[in-house]
């Protein structure tokens, strides 16, 4: 699997097929100001969102790897990294919720075209995570329940900023790798160098925007401390092998603190990424 492809599969797979702009079968767009009754996400954290504002009822249609909150499980999909215009246009949506990171303006183009509005859901800095809740909220008429989830997010963020800055603690040099072969890590200008930095570490890739590739050769010189890692059954294999005989074996990485995270739980810009931020800033407490 392309290392990329991990972040996107689970943050951002808004791959629709040029020929949506063709189909026949089009939504009837919803009267201005209406609350949509029909929402299909094009990516897992957006469908995470829409449950945390109270409006998982008006989902007909989900990303391939929309898991949680279980109730998720049973939606329809409507693809993976490979999204199917045909499949979200029989869906009938007249809402689609669509992530810009890393996308051309081609699909969501396409998307009017058929007729289907398309709200564009930003996640590059933690800032943008809590906007897009509150976005999503007022554009599903759930913006009590998203004022009430963003609000207890800056609060958690704050008291996480709060710890990690106190006087004369020490802040390790950390890189966070989202896949290791070949090695691939979160760079400036994303909610990952964020997550970072506002947990008490200073990313050494800060310089360097957006998922920065990396040598092996880069890992074996590098000052890293601490080593954050996503974890799962699947990417399991993958990290182990690399920390046996491959890029993460040899030199000043092989020697780093490994801290890992649930993979879902870390790499999507949705509300339990602040789960990952309070864990990281614990486990660099220690």
Not at 33 to 57: D, H, K, Q, W
Not at 63 to 87: I, K, M, T
């Amino acid at each position: 699997m392309r290392p990329v492809s991990r972040l996107f599969r689970l943050c951002a797979p808004v791959f629709l097929a040029a020929a949506l702009a063709g189909c026949e079968r089009r939504a009837d767009p919803a009267p201005a100001g209406a609350t949509p009754a029909r929402v299909v996400t094009l990516a897992p954290n957006l469908t995470e969102i829409v449950f945390a504002v109270g409006a998982g009822g008006s989902l007909v249609g989900v990303s391939e790897y929309s898991d949680y909150p279980p109730a998720a499980r049973a939606l329809p999909r409507v693809g993976g990294l490979e999204v199917s215009a045909e499949r979200v246009v029989s869906l009938r949506p007249d809402l689609v919720l669509a992530t810009p990171e890393g996308n051309a303006k081609g699909p969501v183009n396409a998307l009017a075209a058929a007729g289907i509005p398309v709200l564009a859901v930003a996640a590059g800095s933690l800032e943008t995570v809590i906007e897009g809740i509150r976005l999503v909220g007022g554009r599903l008429n759930r913006s009590e329940a998203a004022d009430r989830v963003a609000r207890g997010l800056e609060r958690r963020r704050e008291a996480v900023r709060a710890r990690a800055s106190r006087p004369g603690r020490r802040r390790p040099h950390a890189l966070l790798l989202i896949w290791p072969d070949p090695p691939q890590a979160a760079g400036g200008g994303t909610f990952l160098n964020d997550l970072l930095s506002e947990a008490g570490a200073d990313n050494l890739l800060a310089g360097r925007e957006g998922w920065p590739l990396v040598s092996p050769e880069w890992l074996a010189t590098a000052q890293i401390d601490v080593l954050v890692v996503p974890d799962s059954e699947e990417t399991r294999p993958a990290y182990e092998r690399a920390f046996r005989t491959g890029a993460l074996s040899r030199g000043r990485v092989s020697a780093a603190r490994v801290v890992r995270i649930d993979e879902a739980v870390l790499t999507r810009p949705g509300p339990r990424v602040f789960d990952a931020l309070e864990r990281l800033e614990g486990e660099l407490r220690k």
